[in-house]
């Protein structure tokens, strides 16, 4: 896209070599290179205040390899781990002073003082939620298992479901969906979240067949590695159909649908440095054939516009007899969400939708702790027959919870 700057274009080439198979990954560099230091002329002139500044070629390359190094570096490697020409050992040289000084940049003292402070603050529904983290709060018990209890949902938090579950918690959290001119904010502060990724699915199409206007569609393509065993009988033994069809937990499906103002949200840590990490969530501003520019709507890179690329996902599932790459964006529509994607937000309106209940330590928790007030949590729950019921399950390791007591 001809709107990209060169800090853009640099994570895009940082995300190109680390996800996708690229033959000669320098060849690229010296193609790309020169789109990627307008931002480091223009850092320069302003900061020796010569507004006619002009550096050579070989000292603009080694800044625009010194900030590739910098970006390579927060995700885990390196240009040399790469077989990328390196910068200088001046520049490298800084790059290290400055990874040091970000790492050791905490206050465990500072942290404990902010625990004891804030926790006298707690309000009653505030308590009640970590009485259900900690498992002390049960209203009902099961026999044989030890972990898991019933909690009775109040009154003025349970939602309605009427004839059509999804359209009722979709509109309780969403109820201006329809408005074509909705602000990014506005799906910044809510979400519905539920434990199972299939339901997830279902809450997305649903929502997306509600919104008027064309659907984008994306398909990935799928290569299966071929192995010893399988020799040539590959394409035989395993069709494409068939591939297309599989989902795998943390890789996106064959077929994305999106839409210009639609929520994703990232299933890979692209580039740490600019908040591109795995949960983060965005809106999309534009789609193109083979990349979509979002607005980032969460972390502290809030309003920042990124470029996302397909990427190669190899998957190597222990249900699977074969190994298999796809490739495709990192991406899913996010209106829903899983609990487990969820830690760590905080939000204003949160649908919990538990068409099949929790099933592992703490979900409950996380899912309730979310929101920031009681008024914006509106909860649906059924039952093992799938009827509307006002409790929700809770599990909690005790001897977990216990072990940490005692320590």
Known sequence: MATATSPQIRNLFVSVVLFCDVVDLEVLFNRLWRSMYNDIITRFKSSFAMPNLKLFDDEL??????ELELLFNVAGTSLKKNKLPMPDGRLLSKIKNKLLREELNYDIVDFICQHSSAFPQLNQCQLNILAIGDGTQQDALFLDDYDASMIKIP?????????????????????SIHDINIDPCYFRVRAIVTPRNTTISEINDFILNMLPGMKQIYLSTNVV?????????????????????LEFNGVPSHTIS?????????????????????????????????????????SSFIGNRVFILRIVFPINDAKCPFTNKRRQFPIRPCYAMTI????????????????????????????????????????????????????????????????????
């Open 61 to 66: 390359k080694k800044y625009v390899l010194y």
């Open 258 to 298: 999106l839409r210009i103002g639609i929520p994703i949200m990232l299933l890979r840590n692209l580039n740490l440095s600019a908040s591109l990490c795995n949960g983060t969530r965005l809106i999309v501003t534009q789609l193109a054939e083979r990349v979509i520019e979002a607005q980032i709507i969460t």
């Open 155 to 175: 009154p003025d938090l349970l939602l309605e479901p009427g004839s059509n579950p999804i359209l009722a918690i979709v509109l309780a959290v969403y109820p």
């Open 340 to 407: 487990n994607k969820s830690q760590g937000q905080s939000l204003k309106v949160v649908g919990v939708f538990l068409k099949d209940q929790v099933f592992t330590h703490g979900q409950l928790y996380v899912a309730l702790s979310w929101v920031t007030s009681r008024q914006g949590l509106k909860i649906i729950t059924c039952d093992a027959e799938g009827n509307h019921s006002i409790y929700v399950k809770n599990i909690v390791y005790k001897d977990v919870i216990n072990s940490l007591l005692v320590s």
């Open 225 to 245: 590695c071929k192995t010893s065993s399988d020799g040539d009988n590959v394409d035989i033994l395993y069709l494409v159909e068939f591939i297309n069809q």
